[in-house]
């Protein structure tokens, strides 16, 4: 069974995120499809990681069951089972209703900021599409072979959400 979580937190649409530094993988593809998602520097400790997420009113995800133990820490923890992305990510949909659809690459999979959309500048390559910055790293995104790639994963994710992990079934 899950802790009984702050309700107004999992109420809360679009959810907004906090990753431990172990889901930094899943914190980019969240990003990836549109979603509020924050982490914290590496070596944060888990106290202050509750705490954050209290704070700003995000759920904290984390495969690690002890930060369950910290006060406070089962009204914002979302426990994660799964072994890799794939099974983490169907665990979103079903607890969080995650829609991997959401707004696709619309912020900074390294930053967590909204992108930007603009002009192409001098020197882009002619074939470049929906060029965006993100205006805080100044990174640049467009519709390429990686996003493409991406976007097919988050797609298979939203057709059919991968169900294998029974819930609580680890100790
Ligand atoms: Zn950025």
Redesign the pocket.
């Known amino acids: 069974m899950h802790p009984p979580f702050d309700a107004d937190l999992l109420l809360q649409q679009p959810p907004r995120l906090l990753c431990d530094e172990m889901l930094k993988g899943l914190a980019r593809w969240l990003r990836a499809a549109g979603y509020d998602v924050k982490m914290e520097p590496d070596g944060t400790a888990d106290r202050r990681l509750v705490e954050r997420a209290a704070m700003e009113r995000r759920l904290l995800l984390t495969r690690d069951r002890t930060l369950l133990e910290i006060r406070g820490a089962p009204r914002v923890v979302v426990l994660l089972n799964g072994n890799c992305i794939d099974e983490c990510a169907g665990e979103l949909t079903h607890i969080l209703n995650i829609d991997w659809l959401y707004r696709p690459f619309s912020r900074?999979l390294?930053?967590?900021?909204p992108l930007i959309e603009i002009d192409k500048p001098f020197g882009f390559p002619p074939h470049t599409e929906h060029l965006c910055i993100?205006p805080?790293?100044d990174?640049y995104y467009w519709r390429g072979g990686h996003v493409e790639r991406m976007s097919r994963r988050l797609k298979s994710w939203q057709a059919s959400p991968l169900i294998t992990i029974a819930q609580g079934k680890r100790s």
């Open positions: 900074c390294l930053c967590n900021t993100c805080t790293c990174k």
